[in-house]
């Protein structure tokens, strides 16, 4: 396994494998695992690796196929979701080191042991069979007590270390025995990257969703109050623009009644405006305005001609063009408008006996 930093102020919890034995923890921290202690009440701690009785949780170790390890593990977990136990069993797969670790547990076992966390107030993020905090050594059987549990690892497995499967699966092999300091520096490696964890599947730590973790509530109430806001702020702005405006108003119309005492509102005032701009021939109304507008409309199109001009006292131009063709007057009238002047025409242009079209048409301020 390769060695990593252990993640800061964690907990390393040992279920016991009897419900007569106590739980066992060892605190970690920057200086690496601490003493044993005999406890279920835990301190505060930061990441939990809990560690399972092997006699419940055996490990089969086997080297790594020649493929993605993705594919190892899947096909490593429907290989053994095929056997004969599978029905009973809840299946974990892992990889560390370039071997490929296994192990099947009853989910009664992974539930009693959940729920057992849950009721001292830990949620852990691995359980590891207790047996794979040895090492792994090569044509050796690897002996370590861990609390009153006796474990053990060969080359090819991880388990509890009782003398019928050490007859079995040791036979043969040179067996040696896990110092303490040793074991301790194991802890801390097992808690940094666990080499196995049985919490896969249906029994994987739920992950945390910014749906469930964000104060939605909270967040719907700020924007609610930032929406209110909004509105008060166009509201006070659209108030102080109608405050504006009628004050603009008035003081428009104190200054029309002036010379217009009988005008009573601005739309009075601009008609005696208008009636008195028009008898000085003067302003948008008068003969000048309109009359120049036309003639420089005119100016670009040398095909138009005036046959009749005439100007009536509400301020309408009224003429007569006449041109070769059609667009040469339609120009004309798309050049008055554009340049904001009202503009009648027939509702057709007809040519006359000379062959000229003729339109009659009235042009006024707007």
């Known amino acids: 396994m390769a060695s990593a930093a252990p993640p800061s102020d964690g907990l390393i919890i040992l279920l016991p494998a009897t419900a007569e034995e106590p739980w066992r923890?060892?605190?970690?921290?920057?200086?690496?695992a601490?003493?044993?202690?005999?406890?279920?009440?835990?301190?505060?701690h930061g990441v939990a690796t809990v560690l399972v009785p092997s006699a419940l949780a055996p490990v089969t170790d086997k080297p790594l196929p020649a493929m993605p390890v993705a594919q190892a593990l899947a096909a490593e977990r429907l290989s053994l979701a095929a056997g004969s136990l599978a029905a009973?069993?809840?299946?974990a797969v892992g990889a560390a080191d370039g071997r490929l670790l296994s192990s099947?547990?009853?989910?009664?076992?992974?539930?009693?042991?959940l729920a057992a966390l849950a009721q001292a107030g830990v949620?852990?993020?691995a359980i590891v069979p207790a047996a794979l905090v040895l090492p792994r050594r090569e044509e050796a059987l690897v002996l370590g007590r861990l609390g009153n549990q006796l474990l053990a690892r060969t080359a090819d497995a991880a388990f509890a270390a009782e003398e019928a499967l050490i007859d079995?699966?040791?036979?043969?092999?040179?067996?040696?025995?896990?110092?303490?300091p040793e074991l301790a520096q194991r802890l801390v490696q097992v808690h940094a990257a666990p080499p196995l964890n049985l919490r896969q599947g249906i029994y994987a730590p739920r992950r945390v969703s910014v749906f469930r973790t964000a104060n939605w509530l909270g967040l719907a109430r700020m924007a609610a109050v930032a929406a209110l806001l909004g509105l008060l702020l166009m509201l006070v702005w659209i108030v102080k623009w109608n405050l504006d405006s009628n004050a603009q108003e008035a003081r428009a119309l104190e200054l029309a009644q002036k010379r217009f005492p009988a005008a009573t509102d601005l739309d009075t005032a601009e008609r005696l405006l208008t009636a008195e701009l028009a008898k000085r021939g003067e302003g948008g109304a008068s003969f000048a305005a309109p009359a120049a507008a036309l003639l420089d409309a005119m100016r670009p199109v040398p095909g138009v001609k005036l046959r009749d001009l005439g100007y009536g006292a509400d301020g309408t131009l009224r003429f007569t063009a006449a041109a070769p063709r059609a667009e040469d007057v339609n120009a004309v009238l798309i050049a008055l408008q554009n340049n904001g002047w009202k503009v009648t025409v027939p509702p057709s242009l007809a040519p006359d006996p000379t062959g000229a079209?003729?339109?009659?048409?009235t042009v006024r301020a707007p």
């Open 104 to 113: 099947r547990v009853l989910p009664a076992e992974l539930d009693r042991w």
């Open 88 to 91: 009973d069993r809840h299946v």
């Open 123 to 125: 949620d852990p993020q």
């Open 357 to 361: 079209t003729v339109a009659a048409i």
């Open 25 to 32: 923890h060892w605190r970690v921290d920057e200086h690496g």
């Open 34 to 44: 601490g003493p044993e202690q005999q406890s279920e009440n835990f301190p505060e």
């Open 168 to 180: 079995a699966l040791g036979e043969g092999l040179e067996q040696t025995a896990l110092a303490d």
